[in-house]
């Protein structure tokens, strides 16, 4: 089955800790996608990678890292800059970025990080 | 960015046709309507979108307004399955889906 695939579902972050959350997509996507959700709030964009080795900061960027070194994975390294890292975080996939603005994004089932 | 209005709630229920509204007042010709809905604990997933015209899926069909200032997202047989939060999401040429809070639909058997 095609799809995106989040690990783990739960993650525990000690204080001063660095964190990766995992995003793995078989869907053959270029872009990915990371979002942030807190409770009772939209989704907010963390960063994004149109292409391998290539990605862009998104709205609230600090105290997060991403790397995009294979088509199908897109890691998020939640620093120990983020001062509140406690959240549901999203990842998502589409063909390609950008387009016409017609493309379908795919989401994971999300990682909830939350801090000791 | 062009922004969009749902309200907060709305309730249904089980078995009835559902009208979920969006006003997009500052819309531009090049921006693509677009629907996901998130249930509880899950990553949202795509519903529908349109341009212009009026578009059916298995899901759901979206009536989009002559003048494109609003439109609406039609569930024609609402079941407990649909409570979810529903976004209406412009987009053009971004390369992210830009989130608001959404309608959060209750349905009642």
């Known amino acids: 089955d095609g799809g995106i695939t989040q690990s783990p579902k739960y993650l525990f972050r000690k204080e001063g800790q660095n964190v990766t959350l995992s995003c793995e997509q078989n869907?053959?996507?270029?872009?990915m996608y990371w979002y942030r959700q807190d409770p009772g709030q939209g989704l907010r964009l963390i960063y994004y990678?149109?292409?391998?080795?290539?990605?862009q900061k998104g709205d609230i960027a600090e105290g997060y890292s991403v790397s995009r070194e294979k088509k199908e994975s897109f890691p998020l390294t939640v620093t120990s800059a983020q001062k509140n890292p406690t959240a549901f975080y999203l990842c998502?996939?589409?063909?390609?970025?950008?387009?016409?603005?017609?493309?379908?994004?795919?989401f994971g089932p999300g990682t909830r990080l939350l801090v000791l | 960015d062009a922004k969009t209005t749902q309200p907060n709630s709305m309730e249904s229920n089980e078995e009835e046709p559902v009208h979920l509204p969006c006003n997009h007042s500052?819309?531009?010709?090049?921006?693509?309507i677009h629907w996901y809905r998130q249930l509880p604990s899950q990553g949202p997933e795509y519903v529908i979108h349109?341009?212009?015209s009026n578009v059916n899926n298995r899901m759901a069909s979206l009536a989009i307004a002559e003048d494109r200032k609003s439109s609406t997202l039609i569930l024609h047989r609402a079941t407990l399955r649909d409570a979810a939060v529903y976004y209406c999401?412009?987009?053009?040429?971004?390369?992210?889906?830009?989130f608001g809070k959404g309608t959060t639909l209750s349905v009642s058997s």
């Open positions: 500052t819309i531009s010709g090049t921006d693509y």
């Open positions: 869907l053959n996507h270029d872009a």
């Open positions: 990678s149109q292409i391998v080795n290539d990605f």
């Open positions: 998502a996939s589409s063909i390609s970025a950008g387009g016409r603005g017609q493309e379908t994004q795919y």
């Open positions: 349109g341009l212009t």
């Open positions: 999401i412009l987009r053009a040429h971004r390369t992210a889906l830009i």
